[in-house]
């Protein structure tokens, strides 16, 4: 007994040891979303493109999606966007958010670096992006057939995240 | 003087400046101290070690303006609360509520309090029991025998 309580010490060091090595490794900024398994929220917003009808949350539905919030202002979604590009080439579907931006400045440069979204909803005034919990551009969204939210990433995809993490997912929602 | 004026107008620029950055006008003072506090307990989600009163970036703002927004209408502060927890998570709350992934954080310190008590109470009540009893240290009737006997020997 008295063996086994000198050890004790030993014990409590080991477990915080790997505790705080497990520390080193996460990521704070990255939080986890609080609308994973929940439905789309709920808005109607004009579309990027002009003379096309306002888009809801109903028109989200009916296939497995990536729904990407972007915007011209944002450095990073310049970098995603040849791999949105490239994973739309492949048949993946791509939704887009333009996200506190001008709509002007968001036509152009669909037009100059190509548009890989289906639908893009344009949230001037940040709305569905606080409906969604949105801190920051890029953060992508992967929803199901039934508009349910299933996995948050915030940053930028590159062909390594989306091969690791995304498309696996994306996969099993497609395969439904 | 010219420097004097000068830090004067620069002066006042600042404090004009700062005033600049939110200017909300509130019904009464009750009002004002409720989106002091709520603004003050509520963490920015992008720059993470400041509330929403202090961040300046974007997404701080449109918090801040958004909890004006709640105030206005009426709402209660556990609404406004509950209204930025189902879109950013618990996360955004400097005061995190008690639940099961919380208990330890909540009842940890004065748990380890308790068992530090524990541990000294149990040791003084040992300690007292030794002090009680000193026969314990001294020798039985056969040891004594023996003790001397040897010394005798030893002779």
């Known amino acids: 007994m008295r063996r086994v309580l000198l050890l004790l010490p030993l014990v409590i060091f080991l477990g915080v040891a790997v505790f705080l090595y497990r520390g ?35 028109d989200l539905k009916g296939r497995a999606a990536l729904v990407n919030v972007w915007g011209t202002w944002c450095v990073a979604c310049k970098v995603e ?33 190509h548009d890989p979204y289906q639908l893009n909803v344009s949230d001037a005034d940040g709305n569905l992006g606080l409906d969604l919990g949105v801190y920051g551009a890029p953060e992508t969204f992967l929803i199901d057939k039934d508009g349910i939210i299933r996995h948050k990433y915030v940053g930028v995809i590159d062909e390594r995240v989306w091969r690791e993490q995304i498309a696996p997912l994306y996969q099993e929602l497609v395969d439904q | 003087m010219k420097r004097l004026i000068a830090a004067l107008v620069f002066g006042l620029g ?60 009426g709402r209660s502060n556990d609404e406004i609360v509950d209204y930025l927890v189902a879109r950013y998570g618990d996360f955004v709350r400097y005061r995190p509520p008690l639940n099961s992934t919380t208990l330890l954080l909540w009842y940890g310190p004065a748990g380890l309090l308790v068992i530090g008590f524990g541990v000294v109470v149990v040791m003084l009540v040992r300690r007292r029991r030794g002090a009680a009893r000193p026969e314990n240290h001294s020798l039985s009737e056969a040891e004594r025998e023996r003790l001397a006997s040897l010394l005798e020997n030893r002779k």
């Open chain 1, 81 to 113: 966007h040849p791999v949105l590009n490239q994973l739309a080439s492949q048949g993946v579907v791509i939704h887009g958010i333009n996200y506190k931006d001008d709509n002007a400045a968001a036509q152009v440069w669909l037009r100059d670096f």
């Open chain 2, 14 to 73: 600042l404090t004009v400046a700062h005033a600049a950055i939110d200017t909300y006008e509130f019904d009464s003072e009750a009002e004002r101290e409720r989106y002091r506090t709520l603004t003050e307990e509520l963490r920015c989600p992008k720059c993470q070690n400041q509330n929403i009163a202090d961040s300046n970036s974007p997404i701080a703002m449109d918090l801040r303006r958004e909890i004006y927004r709640m105030l206005e209408e």
């Open chain 1, 24 to 58: 080193l490794f996460l990521d704070p900024s990255e939080l986890p979303s609080a609308l994973i398994g929940k439905p789309f929220p709920a808005f109607s917003l004009p579309s990027v493109q002009a003379g096309e009808p306002a888009i809801t949350e109903a």
